[in-house]
Structures are given as C-alpha cells and as structure tokens.
C-alpha cells in the first residue's frame, strides 16, 4: 500500500501555531494601558499576588545556584498563572490568588520545559560573551605591549557585554509570548518561544517602544523604596495578555456589508 507523500496535519495545528498580526509601533501604548486596567479592575488581588510573587522570587533567589535555577524554569510558570487570571478576569470570571500558580495544574510540563529553555540559553549567552570578550582581552595580551593589554581589556570587557545583551534580548522576545501559546493555545515549547521570537521581530517597533517604555517604568517603580513594583507586576502581566490578545488572539468579527439600496 502506497503511503502518502505528505503527513496530514495534525486537526488543531492551525490553533497550535497560530499567525501572527502585524500591529503599528503606537499599540505598544495601547498594551500598556490594557494593562492598568487590568490592575485596577481588581487591585487587591493583584497586590496579594505580586506580593507572593515577590517574595518567591526573593526566598529563591538567597539560595546559591540552585535557587536562580529555580527561578528561571518556574518563572514561565508563574507567569502563564497570571496570563490565565487575565483571561479569566477579562471573560467576567474572577480573579484569584490562587491563579498565580494556575500554571502548575495547565500545562505545567511543557511550561516547566521554556524555563529549562529559558535557562540555556542564558547559560549559553554568558558562555557566548565570556568567549568573545576573552579573545578580545587575548589579542590585547598577544599584541605585548601594556597599553595594548589594558586596551584589550577593556574591548573585552565592552564587546563581551554587547554580544550577552543582543544574546538577552533575542531571548527575552522568545519567552514573552511563550508561556501565553502554551498556556491558552497549547503549542509545544520549543514552538512557542520561535512564534514568539517571530511576532516580536515581526512587530520591530511596537516593541522597541514597549521595551523602552517598560524599562522607564522599572525605574519609576524603584523610586518609592521599590513598593512601585507591586503595581509593575500586574500592570505588565495585563500588557502581556493584551499584546499576545492583538498579535496571536482571534480577530473580532467583520460586520456584515451593507446591502446596496434596490432601485424601485
């Protein structure tokens, strides 16, 4: 019996690897106030959970190596646990504490498996620009001379923290929508963080301006002894789930046409 050429796709492929949107640079504005709005539609809530959050990151963080390691795998858990209360604070349902660790009971596996991801590719990254900014430092020493030497001290020095922020940003923009794909549209991890990687890029200057925006707000946050972050929490939680609701969520429906008048 002859097989086919081709594998038919999997039934709910389509939902699992969804296309992205192109959106305009001025949505990133529109995320972020999706994203107060979602804080202050329930702001208890949303304090209690950072607070947790917070203090995990906090307890984990004091323990050598392995707690940052930790941190990393279950960050994306605890993260699509917020997406899911957006959701269900956005559909009318309400939103619990216990949401924040709603990711372990959905998906839990393969949001576990972006953190192991997530985690790696930091590793390689500080590996990556250790190596680059090594060399460098190398051929100052190579050359003999000590102005050369302190010269190629400080290019390494300088090029190695260049390749680990490019390193850095490429993985950050594929975790951001990572653990909303696996969470709410059950794409596979690897799959995820390459859909997000894509939109990120695909969207080049609604993020440039959200990163930028987000990077001025975390120093706003750390001004009033760092209790700015409790809202910070929240209000990005809430802009994530509007930028994957934008780029990856259903589009609204057309209205009908208009039907033409008929001559009488």
């Given at each position: ?7 038919a796709p999997h ?24 994203g107060w709005r ?227």
């Amino acid at each position: 019996m002859n097989e086919p050429a081709h594998p038919a796709p999997h039934p709910h492929s389509d939902a699992r690897h969804p296309a992205s949107r192109h959106v305009p640079p001025t949505e990133a504005l529109v995320w972020l106030k999706a994203g107060w709005r979602t804080f202050t539609g329930n702001p208890g809530v949303w304090v209690a959970i950072s607070v947790i959050f917070t203090i995990m990151l906090f307890v984990l963080g004091l323990v050598p190596l392995l707690g940052w390691a930790v941190v990393l795998i279950g960050f994306p858990i605890m993260v699509a646990g917020m997406v899911l209360g957006c959701h269900d604070q956005a559909a009318g349902r309400p939103l619990r504490i216990e949401h924040l660790f709603a990711g372990l009971r959905v998906h839990s596996g393969n949001l576990a498996l972006v953190g192991v991801f997530y985690l790696l590719g930091g590793l390689i990254a500080g590996f990556v620009s250790a190596i680059i900014g090594g060399g460098a430092a190398l051929t100052g020493y190579v050359v003999g001379a000590l102005a050369g030497l302190g010269l190629g001290l400080i290019s390494g020095v300088v090029l190695g923290s260049m390749v680990f922020s490019i390193l850095w940003v490429l993985l950050i923009t594929a975790l951001w929508f990572a653990a909303p794909l696996v969470v709410l549209r059950d794409t596979p991890p690897l799959d995820a963080m390459k859909l997000s990687l894509s939109a990120c890029f695909g969207n080049f200057g609604a993020f440039v301006l959200l990163g930028v925006l987000i990077y001025v707000l975390i120093w706003v946050a750390m001004i009033p002894a760092g209790l700015g972050v409790l809202v910070l929490v929240p209000v990005l939680a809430g802009t994530l789930y509007a930028s994957y609701q934008d780029i990856f969520g259903t589009p609204p429906a057309l209205p009908a046409p208009a039907e033409a008048p008929t001559a009488e």
